[in-house]
């Protein structure tokens, strides 16, 4: 490991340690991670004894499905599930894709992020195959957007009520929830009202997952710890492909020189 990924499996273990981090995540969806990419962060995170979360592209990305089996994930995020046929394809891909060992040992969950999600919640949890599911989110970010709210108002009390609503319905399911978007000192008010109510398990950043409610004690240091993780995360790639990028220079130079001589 390199010395940003050696400090990157420090940060981690103090995040696990003094705020409740369960795992770590990755993203074939919005984030568009590589495959490489994906297998190096789960080294990271495994140094420091946590598990890899991975968000695929959609209900039915099956080679995703695959990569994240070579890969070893500890849990498996389809997102954007508006309907109860969405739903029910992607529990139909765990079914036929991943051997019943991994169907046990994987955390499977889904994203609900918009309000046509939300308004169809109550199908989609009548899916016979949810037992599949250990978990669903609640993605503020997109939730809002599908809303026309403003990012800045992603606290509000609609969003919050939504929250509660929608929480509610899962737990009823024996489901675990989780929280995403927007995740920053801010946001402490709202999740500590869900967790007074026992109905937020998790919330995450876009790298980080904290278990509530361990977490709540030192949220904000965690969150600001959480984005330096990215930071180097961030920092840590464009150190690698900026030496492939130079890595061929030397070569390039002199073949065009050859080149040019025709």
């Given amino acids: 490991m390199n010395a940003l990924e050696l400090t990157m499996v420090d940060l981690l273990k103090d995040l696990k340690k003094n705020h409740g981090v369960t795992a770590v995540k990755a993203e074939f969806e919005a984030e568009a991670c590589r495959l490489n990419e994906v297998m190096r962060l789960k080294d ?68 609900i992020e918009t309000y046509l999600a939300y308004q169809n919640l109550p199908e989609i949890l009548k899916e016979k195959q949810l037992f599949l599911l250990s978990s669903i989110t609640l993605g503020r970010v997109d939730m809002t957007g599908s809303l026309g709210i403003s990012r800045e108002d992603i606290n509000c009390d609609q969003i919050y009520r939504i929250a509660e609503d929608m929480f509610g319905q899962v737990k009823k399911k024996g489901l675990q929830t989780t929280m995403g978007g927007g995740i920053a000192k801010e946001a402490v008010p709202f999740i500590r009202k869900l967790v007074r109510k026992k109905l937020l398990d998790h919330v995450e950043t876009r790298k980080i997952v904290f278990h509530l409610p361990k977490a709540l004690a030192g949220m904000e240091k965690g969150v600001v710890k959480a984005n330096r993780f990215e930071l180097l995360w961030l920092e840590s790639k464009r150190q690698y492909y900026s030496t492939i990028y130079h890595e061929d220079e030397t070569r390039i130079e002199m073949l065009k020189k050859r080149v040019n001589t025709i």
């Fill in 44 to 111: 990271v995170a495994s140094q420091a004894g946590l598990g890899i979360i991975l968000k695929v592209g959609g209900a039915e990305a099956i080679t995703d499905m695959y990569h994240a089996q070579h890969i070893g994930v500890t849990g498996l995020i389809a997102p954007m599930i508006e309907s109860a046929y969405a739903m029910r394809k992607f529990l139909m891909a765990i079914k036929t894709y991943f051997p019943k060992d991994l169907q046990d040992y994987i955390h499977f969950g889904v994203n």
